[in-house]
């Protein structure tokens, strides 16, 4: 019984740090070498929230503008 639990806690821990390597390669890819992709997931964000809400936090013009567009064509 003692066994099959330290077990199920080692594979319990096996898995939270697999996962949690895999999460901050993830992160470590997203921030460090894709700034584009974060950039491009802001600007969409602003842009729902522009759709549920007339707030802008990022002005450029012509990025927003296509981001917008896609946003209200995927809403509608």
């Known amino acids: 019984m003692l066994d099959e639990q330290q077990g199920n806690r080692s594979f319990?821990?096996?898995t939270a740090?697999?996962?949690?390597?895999?999460?901050?390669s993830l992160v470590n890819r997203a921030v460090i070498g894709r700034?584009?992709?974060l950039f491009v997931i802001i600007v969409?964000?602003?842009?729902?929230l522009g759709r549920?809400?007339?707030i802008h936090f990022v002005h450029f013009d012509?990025?927003?503008a296509f981001a917008v567009k896609i946003v209200w064509?995927?809403?509608t």
């Open 17 to 24: 740090g697999i996962w949690l390597t895999r999460l901050t």
């Open 73 to 75: 064509k995927l809403w």
């Open 44 to 48: 969409f964000l602003d842009a729902l």
């Open 12 to 14: 319990l821990r096996t």
């Open 52 to 54: 549920l809400l007339p």
């Open 35 to 37: 700034w584009n992709l």
């Open 62 to 64: 012509e990025l927003h």
